[in-house]
């Protein structure tokens, strides 16, 4: 894709994402939430964010209802669910207004902000966060560091037990400790056809792809059905 | 609801719905058909109708994937399947340009005609057949009066079966066949909760409820998530 | 398979199957019925038997689960569905009283026979009818014909429009009116993968294959799960 | 249920269950391991067991693809699966070839052993720990300590989380750890209708129920299609 930071138009460099300290949220209005949510208001719990589009039919599918359930399963006060409408195709008719009535038809219940829109292609924070398409999953730890990404479809059991890791490493971890806890998890969880065992392991990306998720890689965008 | 024709605001009768002679399909525009589609350019094949609103989480759920699968599983000589779009609410973003993004991503390929507006209520077409919400399935014969009318979620060997019968019902068939068909057809498919034993059974509706199905009895729309 | 009549073991031509007059069900004991169930007794009816074992995976998930749900649909009198226990493995395993225990715990409402064993190979009925394994649907018309044969996993909307079909073919058929009523079907019916136009079309066999269907075509039976 | 340990017939009192230190598993046979499975030969791993009988429908609709799934979801040297044929019913007919031919047709891949016989009522595992009926999920931690206890249906999420918790914690554990660990699982999982918030939480019992468990409470088992 043509925008992506590090292959911007101006032909300069721009700055890789890290995952140590990833960009704050690019958020133009919030749903489901009286008071703006930001990475510093989210210290100290761990973060599940999902990028979605209200016209990708394996988020309205798979990802949004997982979130739901996620939402449903883990505390609030040790984890918060976040979701982020990512629009990068058909504009004009995803909007504000749009999601709102979406929204209230589903009844999620958890915020949702929609990302800061740039022109034509993919919004802010979808592109700090070098995210390929729709559904992703973002997981951070209570420190704010981004702790995995997925593209597509992430089964319950894999998200709940990375969830429940990051709710148990301390808030004050050293980096020790989180390490000791990545190398747990890639001891432990199979990601079938996936070396899952990065030391540091941070902000890798996971790809399950299945039918139905839009990706942008292309000069259109595009969905499977 | 204010707006239903024999409640009409001027006081006035209106004339209800005859299922022997249904009104013509008021479609603004459509889509996956190159020529407009007319209830007389249908006579000859038995006609699935499916209405729907891609804000309405049953129908892109259960009621549009149906509709697709009896696409794929029933040749289109003998079964038109057509969907409508019947926005009673959210109308300011479930615009032409909105189902058209909305078709291309999930891959519809049947055609399907937006209902035409009438303000803030029910568009035309689902008020003169008297729809009460979405999803709505409705089947008419080969001679083109309405069969059946169901609000909800029919099941899909309910709706192949009475679509395989009425694909028997020749197109000449004189009063008496049509009747002989609606007594197999009674004595035979076992509705449960309802009475399904009507003779002449032309248009009688069943609404086979369920969570998600969007209703406009009242003053406002309302959808179940 | 060694022991299917056409190849038996005598060197004799077996006589092959004939669905205008296809062979009596051979069956050792009968289950949720008071009286034993022979093709005369059915005669008038549309009758479905669905031929499976109580170690069959996709029986147990798909086949006998649809069974049920199509005694549920329709009715009693216009259509008889019939489980057929036909152990052609693990013979010393499967034996009445586990299929009874089997047939009280998944609460089956509808008559189950026991295929008439025939020592280590497939049963009596099996091997008359030529199936290929299980799980397996026949079809049999008002005048006791077989008109279908499927083996795997026929879906609901095809089984449902094929019953109903039958249905309204009367009893008194004529030769050319089953004909019709068979053209229609092949006109009607998209079955992927397969060509579905045989004008007389008695007994041809469908395979929906699917995993976890069990196949004995082989020294010894083979399941998948 | 009067064959319970805690109310023998002998009218003496009986050994209650101690989670801290639970009975073994009294195992007539093996199926897919080589060496017997103790307990002593599970130490160091968290074990989860999954009691089932090969009649029950929620097991073999449920319970067994949840033990499956987790099975190749966590790595072995983590996590042990075991499956136990608690049989309470029906013992003439589940009997140990059965079983062999059900676990060879299903394909499940983990050890499952035959809980040891005790007449006509419940095994002696399932006496000893309690158990309610099948399906049942017993969780225990690196120390063979009972973690949970679960009837009926516990979903992946809720599974997988606890699971993960036990992973992390250390086999060398102190008491405060374990706890701390227990704190947390309680502040963290939501579970519908029950109070979770045990501090020391060994062994208590949480009963999801849904059809299709078999309970042996009464005289005689019952389970639910």
Known sequence: MQDRPHQ???????????????????????FNTKTPISRDSLKGKVVLVHAFQMLCPS???????????????????????????????????????????????????????????QGAGAPKTMQAYEMQGTPTFLLFDRKGRLRRHYFGRPDDMLLAAEIMALVIEPKAAKKEESIAIERILAATLLVPGHD?????????????????CCGHDHDHGSCGG
């Open 196 to 212: 899952h065992g990065h030391e540091h392991g941070h902000g890798h990306h996971h790809h399950d792809h299945a039918d139905g």
């Open 59 to 117: 988020c309205v599918a798979h990802g949004l209802p997982q979130a739901q359930k996620i939402r449903q399963r883990f505390a609030e006060d040790q984890l918060a669910v976040i979701g982020l409408h990512t629009v990068f195709e058909h504009h004009k008719v995803m909007t504000a207004e749009a999601l709102e009535a979406f929204i209230k038809e589903y009844r999620f219940s958890f915020p949702i902000g929609m990302d800061e829109p």
């Open 8 to 30: 911007d138009k101006t032909g300069k460099d721009a700055p890789r994402l890290n995952p140590e300290n990833p960009p704050d949220f690019a958020v133009t209005r919030w």
